[in-house]
């Protein structure tokens, strides 16, 4: 899997936008980023996923930079419910079978 | 739909037994994989199996881990001779790969494996 690398930690206010940066600069042409989440005792929860255009969903909407080497993950209206560790991942071109999680971003949604 | 399913939810289990914890896919998904996750860390990969494929085990930690699969449902994960090491979440997860090369992995909530 192509590396990712992602802050630790990150606080967001109730209500604002919650903005989650990813760099990956090893990606090459026709893999995709995804994101998923996992929140306290719970399996990881897919987000969203994309190649090159942006994409939003019901849960987030992710932006991928021209050149590809970095994503945000953007949730509009973050909610108490949004605190979570927020994983960004870049599977090989040979599929998804390994995922590779890192220790991701901490998210802490604050009242 | 119903997500997927592992049982049983909590397992505690004396050093040296042999325990076997059992994922149930989401219907029709032809991937599925297991993960490992120790307190406070990331996510390891296990085994992987699709379809009638022979598994990816190259993630199995040692000769006492094995999987098994049933065509495309219900998937067992035992581990005999049990180590406090093994103490863990144990996460299963499946995938429409059938449908889509790069469907996202959908997974449960573990089984919480604790051995004494």
């Known amino acids: 899997d192509a590396k990712t690398t992602q802050p630790p930690s990150m606080d967001c206010a109730e209500g604002r936008a919650a903005n989650l940066p990813c760099n990956h600069s090893?990606?090459?042409?026709?893999?995709?980023v995804y994101w998923y989440r996992q929140i306290h005792s719970q399996g990881p929860q897919y987000i969203i996923h994309g190649l090159k255009n942006n994409e939003t969903n019901e849960m987030a909407s992710l932006i991928i930079t021209e050149d590809r080497k970095s994503s945000t993950l953007i949730l509009p209206h973050a909610t108490l419910r949004d605190t979570a560790v927020y994983y960004c991942?870049?599977?090989?071109?040979?599929?998804?079978?390994?995922?590779?999680f890192g220790t991701g971003t901490r998210l802490t949604i604050i009242p | 739909g119903a997500g997927v399913s592992q049982s049983p939810s909590n397992k505690v289990t004396e050093k040296g037994k042999d325990v076997e914890l059992r994922c149930d896919p989401i219907s029709g998904h032809t991937a599925l994989y297991w993960y490992r996750q120790r307190l406070g860390q990331g996510l390891e990969f296990l085994i992987y199996?699709?379809?009638?494929?022979?598994?990816?085990k190259s993630g199995l930690p040692s000769d006492r881990f094995s999987a098994e699969r049933t065509g495309e449902s219900v998937s067992t994960l035992t581990i005999q001779r049990t180590q406090q090491e093994d103490s863990a979440v144990y996460l299963c997860?499946?995938?429409?790969?059938?449908?889509?090369?790069?469907?996202?992995?959908?997974f449960g909530n573990g089984t919480r494996l604790t051995v004494t």
């Open positions: 991942i870049v599977p090989d071109n040979f599929g998804n079978e390994k995922l590779t």
């Open positions: 199996f699709q379809g009638n494929s022979a598994p990816d």
């Open positions: 997860a499946s995938s429409d790969r059938h449908r889509s090369y790069n469907s996202p992995l959908h």
């Open positions: 090893t990606i090459s042409g026709n893999e995709y």
